[in-house]
């Protein structure tokens, strides 16, 4: 099984080729606007230290941990950079629930002429400006999160004592067995990252978003 797995978690590259990358609207979606896209890059750790990016209840960013000094990318999202997120997507989703292969999508090259690209300041801070209306993906290059914490783990059994039975045979003692635990300290190493299809509404706005790495 361990064999299988890791083949399984070993990507295999798939190129989408359709819908075909439409670059005059990639072209236009770049030119001067009067919008801007700003956000956070962060993550947050559970399960004492053990998973990083997993889904958790979350009242503000700043429970989790910004990330600075981060790629952040940013594509015109034609339909072609969609279907391309919809089978990513759909990948992740099959392989929280089942062992199925893991997927790298790759889409036509010319996607890359069409980007946009800024790296996070020290609070995981980044902004695009001067966008026009329509439809982005912003997009975070994957990375390791390394996470620790200390947990409660078995070495051992033992008997002991639990009290003393009276019979007409005389007293004998009642043993009662015993797990011996001790604490251990861990660290755990997840890959995260980022994908998300904003949408700037009209001229002359802001849109704010909140960019949660997550596991891939």
Known sequence: MKVQDQQLDTPVTVTVTSPPFDEA???????????????????????GGKQAGRDAPILNFSQGSPISG??????????????????????????????????????????HKYALATKTDGNGLFEFTEMRPGNYLIYVENMLITSSG??????????????YVVSRHGVTDVPRLVVQTEEQHF?????????????????NTVVKMEARMRPF
């Not at 999202?77 to 999508?105: C, D, G, P, Y």
């Not at 200390?150 to 009290?163: L, M, S």
């Open 187 to 203: 660290r755990v190493k997840t890959e995260v990252g980022f994908n998300e299809i904003v949408n700037v509404p009209a001229n």
């Open 25 to 47: 609207y990639a072209k236009t979606a770049l030119a001067k606007g009067s919008s801007t896209i700003k956000g956070v890059v962060f993550h947050k750790i559970i399960n």
């Open 70 to 111: 981060v790629t952040v990318y940013l594509y015109p999202a034609t339909e072609h950079v969609k279907e391309i997120v919809r089978l990513e997507s759909e990948n992740r989703s099959q392989r929280a629930w089942r062992k199925v292969q893991l997927k790298r999508f790759i889409g036509d090259p010319r996607i």
């Open 150 to 163: 200390q947990e409660t783990v078995p070495v051992g059994t033992r008997y002991e004592t639990a009290g």
